[in-house]
């Protein structure tokens, strides 16, 4: 096992990093792809705007811009911890350097439970657009209703994770060819419905037309503070996945400085690609809860279905396909995360050995990309034969995971830099201010989210005991991982007596 330090796992003279990857094969504009492919905008725009504006109505551009900033904060703090030690492990690696193996290992645990569910959901939605597509395309609503049918649905899902893993088990450069294709495409139509819904609005053909008002960029007309705080979680869910850039940093030309930089343009391209299609679906169809309004909770669920033909007319086809392709990119884009996480740990000794194998003809981390398509495939399988309730209830947990893993990432890097917060303004910006602030807002909210999700009324509504199934499938998820990390502890006890990654501050 490597005892080498992060700062060392960079590109070398060969073509392999220290772990066996291939070093310089993602430049700048296919990480950014690959970071926004792994948000999926318009999946996560066609389920988001409805819930949104039925909570803030026409603030709905202000409370993507309030949620937007801790996910810029935390995300300088991604980037502060890369360019001084790039390693594929990120959370894991960071967090054990700052606070030691034991945190570290919890960091690394979060991010791979939350990415290995969101797979499964992923592959879930793709299939749901996949029957819904066919449906329009032969003209027949009864074949939209087939994924209702838990083995086809279940099939078709296998299905897709089996090409998913295919693609992501080869080199970086196929990963980027794919996602030019599936993100490139998913963007010119999301550019494409606003530019059309604010030409339906000119010309007075709109359904609701509302010109758009400097006051909906207002924080302070949202009428309550439940509805900040709904907007604040809410960015958890619409604006995670850019620290995939991250995982990418020893196969990235210019490990130390470009994937920062394909962090902070991937949070920016998205926040300005919601607010312009926010602004547009409002703008054509109001907010009203009747008909196509974005109030109307019957068309919530899937606010592009409802829209597209209204305004695209004969092209509406094309949004069914750039959801499903949203999906299916960041179905294969996500999981570029928990398989190079899952290597660092074994190289770094957190794990057994044989997550650290990398594949020699590829370079890619084969074992560990395959082991979280078959545990995300089984946990699908099993959930949604099970109860969809469960499956959406898991789902939901996901926002306690991702504020618990980046808020251990943005903590880790106040206290990393401790000894230079202040020698440069610059650094007591980036270093101290930045991620203090986004990792106290993150910790705010899982804290609230674990107290809110008790109640036995939260997400779908089920409980045992009393206590919201939520609330336990969390505790479930992080008290696992505990029971996984005193296991790993008592067969590889030098990761946890700090020998292979020892604590280190700049």
């Not at 993507?64 to 390693?87: K, S, T, W």
């Not at 295919?166 to 139509?189: A, E, H, P, W």
């Not at 007075?204 to 604040?232: C, E, Q, R, Y």
């Amino acid at each position: 096992m490597s005892t080498r330090s992060a700062a060392e796992s960079t590109e070398t003279s060969s073509t392999r990093t220290a772990k066996g990857l291939s070093a310089g094969s993602v430049g700048l504009i296919g990480a950014v792809v690959i970071g926004i492919s792994c948000i999926a905008p318009a999946y996560t725009l066609t389920g988001a705007l409805g819930p949104t504006v039925s909570e803030v109505g026409v603030h709905l551009p202000a409370i993507f811009l309030v949620g937007f900033l801790p996910m810029l904060l935390v995300a300088f703090g991604y980037r502060e911890l890369n360019n001084a030690m790039p390693d594929s492990g990120t959370s894991f690696t960071w967090a054990t350097r700052a606070f030691g193996p034991y945190l570290g290992w919890m960091g690394g645990w979060g991010l791979i439970a939350a990415t290995v569910v969101v797979l499964s959901n992923l592959a879930g939605i793709a299939v749901d657009f996949l029957y819904l597509l066919l449906s329009q395309v032969f003209h027949n609503p009864a074949i939209a209703h087939l994924s209702d049918n838990p083995f086809i649905n279940v099939a078709t899902c296998l299905a897709f994770m089996a090409v998913a893993t295919l693609i992501s088990y080869r080199d970086m450069q196929t990963t980027q060819k794919v996602q030019y294709v599936l993100v490139g495409f998913q963007l010119l139509v999301l550019v494409l419905f606003g530019v059309v819904a604010f030409v339906h609005v000119a010309n007075g053909t709109a359904f609701d037309a509302t010109p758009p008002s400097l006051d909906w960029f207002n924080p302070f007309g949202v009428p309550s503070f439940s509805a900040f705080a709904a907007g604040l979680s809410l960015s958890i869910f619409i604006f995670w996945g850019w620290d995939v850039t991250l995982t990418m940093s020893e196969e990235t030309k210019g490990s130390r400085s470009t994937p920062g930089r394909a962090a902070t343009l991937t949070v920016v391209i998205i926040v300005v690609a919601y607010l312009f299609v926010s602004m547009a679906a409002i703008s054509f169809a109001g907010t009203g809860e009747g008909g196509i309004g974005l109030g109307n909770p019957d068309i919530q669920e899937n606010v592009f279905f409802a829209l597209a033909g209204p305004v695209l007319g004969p092209l509406a086809i094309l949004m069914s396909i750039a959801v499903l392709s949203s999906s299916a990119a960041s179905l294969q884009s996500t999981a570029v995360s928990p398989a190079r996480t899952l290597l660092a740990m074994g190289h770094y000794g957190a794990l057994p050995a044989r997550f650290a194998r990398v594949s020699p003809r590829f370079m890619t981390p084969g074992y560990s990309t395959v082991v979280s398509a078959v545990v995300a495939s089984v946990f699908y399988a099993v959930m949604r034969f099970i109860s969809e309730d469960v499956l959406w209830d898991t789902i939901t947990t996901l926002g306690m995971m991702i504020c618990f893993y980046y808020g251990i990432t943005a903590f880790a890097c106040v206290w990393f830099f401790r000894a230079k917060w202040f020698t440069s303004v610059r650094n007591a910006f980036f270093t101290f201010v930045c991620p203090l602030i986004g990792g106290g807002i993150l910790s705010v909210l899982f804290v609230t989210t674990l107290v809110d999700s008790m109640d036995p009324s939260y997400g779908s509504g089920s409980n045992v005991a009393g206590v919201g199934l939520v609330f336990i499938l969390g505790m479930v998820i992080l008290l696992s991982g505990v029971v996984v990390m005193l296991v790993m502890r008592r067969r590889l006890p030098a990761f946890f007596r700090g020998e292979t990654l020892p604590r280190a501050q700049a």
